[in-house]
Every structure is written in C-alpha cells, then in structure tokens.
C-alpha cells in the first residue's frame, strides 16, 4: 500500500487544477506588447495548444496505481534548510553539453503510456525517450550528452517556422548550477526525479514574471521578449535563443506529483538579507537546471511559433536518469566546490583543481 498525502477525489483535484490553469488570464499588458512587437489582437486571439498539466490518470512503470504520487525510496527527511553563507565564489556550475534526438508528440511525465497524445515534442540527450519511458527504461540508456552517464531525458515544446520544424543544431547548454546562496548544501538529483518547468498555458505576464524568467527571447541586439520578436537580424551568427530556470528545492518525499511541480519550489529569500535559501516545506537543495536553447532561425519572424502556442506558452521537462556516482561527482566537484566547469567537470580558470570526467566524459 503506498502512502500519499490526504487529498480530494481524482475528479475534483482534476477539475480544480484545470480550472486553475484556465483561469489564467491571455492579455498582455501595454508593457509586454512594447517587448513583443506584436499587437494585442493577435496575442489573444491564438489558442493554447497541447496537454493542460491535469492530474494524471494513467498508470505507468513508475506510478502502478495512476495517482501521479511517485514516493522517493528511500524518502529524505530530517534536512533543514541551510541558512549558511559560505565564502564568496562567483560560479558554481557545470554543463550538460546534450544534442537533439529525436520529435514525437510525447510526453512521458504528463502522459505517461499514451503515445500520441501531447504536442509535438523535440527531445535532447536519452535517444528512447518516448510516451513509455520509466526510470529502469531510460537508465544507463544511449544518449547525445557529451557525458555517457547521463541517460536523462530533456524535452521542449518544438519549434515552427511556417510549417517547417526548427531543431536546434550540435550541443545545447543544460547547466546545472547552484539555486541557493549556500552552495556548499546541493546534493545531486535523487534517480527517477522528474519535473515540468513553466506551463504551456500561461499568459504573456505570468511568463514574463516567472521565477525562472532570464531574458526572455533573444536574437541579435533584442532581449527581454516574452513572445517571439517581429524580426531578427538576418545574419548566419544571429539564431533565436531562451534561457529559463527550474526550480531546484526538492520536498525530499515524492519523485513525482499530478501537477508535476508541487514537489518542487524555487529558493525564497532569507529574511533580512538578499540570500537565497530553499523553503521548509521544500528543505532540499538540488542542482538549478538551466535550459539555454539556441534554435537556427532569424530575419521575419511573423510565422514563427511554438508547438505549445505561443512564445510565452514556453516551458520544458526533465527526468533525471543519471549514473549516481557520476552526477555526485560533478555536484561536488563542480557545484559545491564554486567552480565553473564545462561537460567534463574542468575550470579553465582553476586549472588547479583538475577534472572530474576524463577525455571520454567518463569518471576515471
């Protein structure tokens, strides 16, 4: 029998969570229309496309009985969230150097086992990822990340221009990176954590005041757009770029939840002061994800979308399918060692302090 907090009725919780996302507004403010370049006619009249982040109702590998609880085994409990400020170091980070894979109109957080049924798609590092991926499916699995250790699997809403897919081309950026101002307190990611970051049916404000808002779109010299920009500069060196934040507090209970977000929480500010420190009710620090997505496309930008809607309906998911021993050495090394390190886990600053992966990316 598995343990789940009290909760409402499948079909209310459903409901409720579905109201909630609808109820979002779609209008964009004076403000954003002066960053989008787009009317605001336009910007209400397109529909939001795809899946609703509902409460999931299919069983899965992962999740037998179909609830959307998947409990962490063993449960980390007993943390309380660091209030220390350890010695200033500018970076603490590494990359996950990862290509694309593969498109399909799956999703196997939201729709797990039901192929088909979310938008389309466009997945980086795990070459199976699909509707049915599991945790054991997708561990020690092929991938596109420079390091073979990460299985994981990485995906976004595609990207359209017109009717032709625009597919970000070689190794994009994934950082993992230090959410809280202790960084000495990230632990790597529990195998099988899985999460969605951002929602396809938010509105052009809440995306612009997401917490994981960075700069918004971007190409050339135009920045802090929440939609696509009307036009880029057509140049082979411009392409059209995002970067967006996960959260990165973990509750230490549950690997997953049916809104595919409650277990997760962005920092909060430490009372009094302008560090960052993860919640009580969220008290474990892990990596800070950052997607920065870089897509071959510039010049007129009036076709161009997203399969979710548009460029505001931006977000993406992760599911962590890394070898232990290997993540935990970057997270050491790396993160709570205050380095900037590439794929390999090597600060060209701090030759000192040497690699963590070898010249195949793998742990000596």
Not at 227 to 247: E, K, M, T, W
Not at 280 to 290: G, Q, R, S
Request: hydrophobic share 35%; charged share 15%; with cysteine.
């Amino acid at each position: 029998m598995r343990s789940s907090p009290r909760r409402l009725p499948a079909l209310l919780l459903g409901t409720a969570l579905v109201a909630t996302v609808l109820g979002v507004g779609t209008i964009a403010s004076a403000t954003t229309e002066a960053h989008t370049g787009r009317d605001a006619t336009a910007a209400t009249s397109v529909a939001h496309l795809g899946h609703t982040m509902a409460v999931s109702t299919q069983a899965s590998g992962d999740d037998p009985d179909g609830d959307g609880y998947i409990p962490a085994v063993p449960q980390v409990t007993g943390v309380t969230p660091s209030t220390a400020t350890p010695p200033t170091r500018y970076f603490h980070e590494f990359q996950a150097n990862c290509s694309v894979t593969h498109t399909a109109p799956d999703d196997p957080i939201v729709y797990p086992g039901q192929p088909g049924k979310s938008h389309d798609h466009t997945f980086m590092g795990n070459t199976s990822t699909n509707a049915n991926s599991t945790t054991a499916s997708l561990s020690g699995g092929a991938t596109t990340c420079k390091a073979p250790a990460d299985a994981s699997g990485y995906w976004m809403p595609s990207l359209y221009n017109g009717d032709r897919k625009i597919l970000p081309v070689g190794p994009q950026t994934i950082y993992y990176k230090a959410g809280v101002t202790d960084y000495t307190s990230v632990r790597p990611f529990p195998k099988g954590l899985r999460f969605v970051v951002g929602n396809p049916m938010q509105s052009a404000d809440e995306f612009r005041h997401h917490r994981g808002f960075v700069e918004g779109w971007e190409c050339g010299d135009s920045y802090f757009n929440v939609d696509f920009p009307a036009g880029c500069p057509s140049r082979a060196d411009v392409q059209l770029n995002i970067r967006f934040q996960a959260p990165s507090c973990w509750d230490g209970k549950y690997l997953d939840t049916p809104d595919h977000k409650s277990h997760m929480a962005y920092p909060v500010v430490k009372p009094g002061t302008n560090d960052n420190m993860c919640p009580a009710d969220h008290p474990v620090a892990l990596p800070m994800i950052e997607f920065k997505m870089a897509f071959p496309v510039n010049g007129d930008m009036s076709q161009v979308r997203l399969a979710s809607g548009r460029g505001y309906s931006f977000h993406y998911d992760f599911f962590n399918a890394w070898e232990d021993r290997t993540l935990k050495a970057l997270v050491d090394h790396c993160i709570v060692g205050g380095l900037q390190c590439d794929a390999r886990g090597y600060d060209q600053t701090h030759p000192e302090a040497g690699a963590t992966l070898n010249s195949d990316y793998r742990l000596p």
